[in-house]
């Protein structure tokens, strides 16, 4: 899936978005000082960094599969309890923690109901959790904008924005309903981000981060010129800098 890669690989793919993305979903979520925060599939640690600004880092840990993850979100935020697990099987008591949350994980989950139940384990009566993924469908730009490439170029293409489950308002809150929770809110975050130019937004796709990532590594030299090419022409064959919008929906809900 590529989610094993270097902190700067990520960051020049994922991170720009995930860094702002970071701070609207956390106005989102809420959070108190003095409070206890866990972040599930924190990868290179953008939410744990975050959270740990504003509980204090002793306060905030954080879980990831990735050994390369786990050691650039504990080297980021000094301080914090960043463990490797997955969300399936987080290594904690029952209700360790005020405020859960997870920022696009969710849709990549083998079962994301399996993680939300172990996410529920370990929160008190009476916390929050929380979680956001992209709009896959249209908000993300940067991310339709290749895949849209890719299906111009090769039609059998492994589309993620088109496979992805919960990434809706409604997918959510059902899934949040549907595990018990209360006082179930959803809500739409935006970001942008600008790109000094074109090799700016393709560069980071040939890191091997991602779907993305990891479909443009499978490609031979001349489909991958062809998808450079297609990417370049949707995007109106830019020149110099310009700014691509996304599009996140949030849930939230309150621990019975």
């Given at each position: 899936?590529?989610?094993?890669?270097?902190?700067?690989?990520?960051?020049?793919?994922?991170?720009?978005?995930?860094?702002?993305?970071?701070?609207?979903?956390?106005?989102?979520?809420?959070?108190?000082?003095?409070?206890?925060?866990?972040?599930v599939?924190?990868?290179?640690?953008?939410?744990?960094?975050?959270?740990?600004?504003?509980?204090?880092?002793?306060?905030?840990?954080?879980?990831?599969?990735?050994?390369?993850?786990?050691?650039?979100?504990?080297?980021?935020?000094?301080?914090?309890?960043?463990?490797?697990?997955?969300?399936?099987?987080?290594?904690?008591?029952?209700?360790?923690?005020?405020?859960?949350?997870?920022?696009?994980?969710?849709?990549?989950?083998?079962?994301?109901?399996?993680?939300?139940?172990?996410?529920?384990?370990?929160?008190r009566?009476?916390g929050?959790?929380?979680?956001?993924?992209?709009?896959?469908?249209?908000?993300?730009?940067?991310?339709?904008?290749?895949?849209?490439?890719?299906?111009?170029?090769?039609?059998?293409?492994?589309?993620?924005?088109?496979?992805?489950?919960?990434?809706?308002?409604g997918?959510?809150?059902?899934?949040?309903?549907?595990?018990?929770?209360?006082?179930?809110r959803?809500r739409?975050?935006?970001?942008?981000?600008?790109?000094?130019?074109?090799?700016?937004?393709?560069?980071?796709?040939?890191?091997?981060?991602?779907?993305?990532?990891?479909?443009?590594?499978?490609?031979?030299?001349?489909?991958?010129?062809?998808?450079?090419?297609?990417?370049?022409?949707?995007?109106?064959?830019?020149?110099?800098?310009?700014?691509?919008?996304?599009?996140?929906?949030?849930?939230?809900?309150?621990?019975?």
């Amino acid at each position: 899936m590529g989610f094993d890669t270097t902190r700067t690989a990520y960051d020049r793919y994922m991170g720009r978005y995930s860094d702002r993305l970071a701070v609207s979903f956390l106005s989102f979520t809420g959070g108190e000082p003095g409070q206890r925060a866990l972040d599930v599939g924190c990868g290179p640690g953008a939410l744990t960094q975050a959270l740990a600004t504003g509980l204090g880092a002793t306060h905030v840990a954080a879980v990831d599969p990735s050994t390369r993850y786990v050691a650039a979100c504990a080297a980021r935020v000094p301080g914090a309890d960043v463990r490797r697990a997955v969300a399936a099987d987080l290594p904690w008591a029952g209700g360790r923690f005020d405020l859960v949350v997870s920022q696009l994980v969710l849709t990549f989950l083998p079962d994301p109901a399996v993680g939300l139940a172990e996410m529920l384990r370990v929160t008190r009566p009476g916390g929050t959790i929380a979680a956001c993924t992209w709009d896959y469908a249209g908000g993300m730009t940067m991310l339709r904008t290749f895949w849209d490439a890719a299906l111009d170029v090769d039609p059998g293409a492994p589309d993620e924005t088109r496979s992805m489950r919960f990434t809706t308002e409604g997918e959510l809150a059902g899934l949040w309903e549907g595990a018990g929770l209360a006082d179930v809110r959803t809500r739409e975050l935006a970001v942008s981000v600008t790109y000094s130019g074109f090799d700016d937004y393709w560069t980071p796709f040939t890191l091997g981060v991602g779907p993305g990532g990891a479909y443009a590594a499978s490609l031979d030299t001349g489909r991958l010129t062809r998808l450079r090419g297609a990417c370049f022409h949707r995007l109106g064959s830019p020149t110099g800098s310009f700014t691509l919008d996304a599009r996140a929906v949030a849930v939230r809900g309150v621990s019975p």
